[in-house]
């Protein structure tokens, strides 16, 4: 437990340094690109073009903290080796999800064109392993057999959109993030899942520096790249680190922790659908627009 303890606390300390470092190097490879976010006086109330450079920023910071740690304590070599499939899989599968989300916020992808993207992004990482093959609840032990694939692709998308959804104010998605994979990290120093606790943490730590940039008033945004990422990698750990043969609800851990990301969205669907309209149109009715109006803003909002 402080062996594990003492790898998550280190990897939040590394991304989070290196957070601050690569996102506005990310910030500038984004304006050049022209990925930013232009205001319109309508949805978008920012008064200048804003970068989106979450994804590039966060996937890096990723990528460099797992392997520092990985440098400094080389036995982790041993578990990674013993599962790499998986390893390579989540690493080709969250590139791919920036990517797609770089192509949206670029050129804006229609809401069919980024669902199918997401699909085969989820389905490629299932086929490597990362699937929910049982569920445990009050000590019943539920193996769901051929329903492993629609379910851990229904949960996966979930929260890729439920995420993706909820970034409509400066720092919002980003603050649920950390926090939600600070928990996960603690989840999984508890059931001693090392490799998803790392992980975690290197998230958390991520976020924790991309937020001195995206409080209010935000330098950069999170754009779809940095959003589905997030809800991405959240989906995959929370479904390999929630079980544990000492909790009889381990099914309920990551429900919670994605419990106002899937309440948004749940409720988006149901109130375009209820009004005749396609669940992919865009409307004021999030949380974040309803606090805004009870005039809830900014940081006070977050």
Known sequence: MLISLTFALLALVISLCVSLIVTPIAQ????????????????????QPIPRCGGIAILATLFISFCSIVIVYPDKWIQLVKDWPRAVSLGIGSAAIVLLGIADDRFGLRGRQKLAGQIL??????????????????????????????ITLGWLLLCINSTNLIDGADGLCSSIGWISFAAVTAISIHTGNQTEGIISASMAGALLGFLFYNLPPAKVFLGDSGSMLIGLILGVVTMRSWFSEESPLSITIPIVLMSIPLFDSIMAILRRRLTGRSVFTVDRGHLHRNLMRRGIRNRALV
């Open 28 to 47: 500038r490879i984004a304006n050049r690109l022209g990925i930013v976010d232009y205001p319109d006086n309508h949805r978008k109330l920012h008064r």
């Open 121 to 150: 992004v989820c389905l490629s990482i299932i086929g490597f392993g990362f699937a929910i093959d049982d569920i445990q609840l009050f000590g019943w032990h539920i193996d769901l057999g051929l329903l492993t694939w629609p």
